[in-house]
């Protein structure tokens, strides 16, 4: 058989693998200007705090690592397939692995009790599928029960991060299931939110005086005239009677 029969017998299995498992939770593929295809890092939702934000990302680099880290004939598996194939010792080491890698990594984010039920779930499938022999650890390669928990917590981000962006006003999800700026510092500024000061908004229009008011501030307000005393008058609120040339008072 040809080099190229063989070739394309692997990307015809390749692509028949792709519709039964998850996406790479690190990277993502494109296309370059050649056509070529790459591949690159994921992106972080926009409207995520600093700490949100780093948790995704050690949740997205420790699932593709567990998951998706080796390749072989189209089949990518990590190394949770590696420790799987020990019976019985490699299923436990795998199922605890998912969870204190992934899982316990997560909940850090505040994220609610029904997504913390489906990624359980997730590895209970995974753990279960785990203790068949050799078969279950092929089918436990594709589940990749880690890749589907952080594309889960990925897509709840994305929705806390898009919510706390918007107006209160417009806000359609619960605030206490998605908590929109959860994990945000005090003086932390978030990219694409737009603050509100005391006296109104931080940026923008709102900070910028008027042609008119530069002009105001350029020039001082004029001074009242001093009350000067008429020449005849003293100084004080009494009727003094004024002096004569001869220095006679009259």
Known sequence: MSNLAIKAGRKLFERNLEQYQPADPMYETYVDKKGRERRRRREVPPGLSKRDAKILKSVQKRAHYLD???????????????????????????????YLLVVRKAKQAEIPDWLLRRML?????????????????????????????????????????????????????????????AGREPEEHVPGKQERSGTGFSGGWFRRGSKGSKKAKGKAPAAD??????????????????????????
């Open 121 to 181: 779930l997730n590895n209970a499938v995974s753990a279960a599928v785990g203790f068949i022999p050799f078969v279950g650890d092929v089918v436990l390669a594709m589940y990749k029960a880690n890749s589907r928990n952080a594309a889960l917590l990925e897509e709840f981000l994305r929705i806390r991060g898009e919510e706390f962006l918007k107006a209160e006003q417009a806000r359609v999800q619960d605030p206490q299931t998605v908590k929109p700026g």
């Open 68 to 98: 998706k880290g080796f390749s072989l004939c189209g089949l990518r598996f990590g190394w949770t397939f590696v420790i799987g194939i020990i019976p019985g010792a490699g299923d436990v080491a795998d199922a605890t692995l998912n």
């Open 225 to 250: 005239p001093p009350n000067v005393p008429p020449p005849d008058r003293g100084r004080f609120v009494e009727d003094v009677p004024s002096v004569t040339d001869s220095g006679r008072q009259e």
